[in-house]
């Protein structure tokens, strides 16, 4: 079955970088989207990059100003999220996950999801 590993989460300083990894394997669709989401305690998932083999497209929410960059490697399956100045604002638990298809910022759109990376930004 499909599944998705995430890694590289930790504690950084306000200002620091971290680079998250997600792991997919199990599946055999030519074409597909993996999209980073995060939720923070109290608050709702939300979208923060996005990547996907059908186009070739790469999408990012507004709020991160330019901070972060998704990437992928096609021969391992694995797409990474580079995280720069990272803000206390970014702490939350990150998720990737897998649909079918197009990138989108709704998490009802993918239909599997990793176990998260807890990041947390503190000084």
């Known amino acids: 079955q499909v599944q998705l590993v995430e890694s590289g989460g930790g504690l950084v300083q306000p200002g620091g970088s971290l680079r998250l990894s997600c792991a997919a394997s199990?599946?055999?669709?030519?074409?597909?989207?993996i999209g980073w989401f995060r939720q923070a305690p109290g608050k709702e998932r939300e979208g923060v990059a996005c990547t996907s083999t059908l186009d070739g497209s790469t999408n990012y929410a507004d709020f991160l100003e330019g901070r972060f960059t998704i990437s992928r490697d096609n021969a391992k399956n694995t797409v990474y999220l580079q995280m720069n100045s990272l803000k206390p604002a970014d702490t939350a638990v990150y998720y990737c996950?897998?649909?079918?298809?197009?990138?989108?910022?709704?998490?009802?759109?993918?239909?599997?999801w990793g176990q998260g990376t807890q990041v947390t930004v503190s000084s």
């Open positions: 199990g599946f055999t669709l030519d074409y597909y989207a």
């Open positions: 996950a897998l649909n079918r298809g197009y990138c989108s910022g709704y998490s009802y759109e993918y239909d599997y």
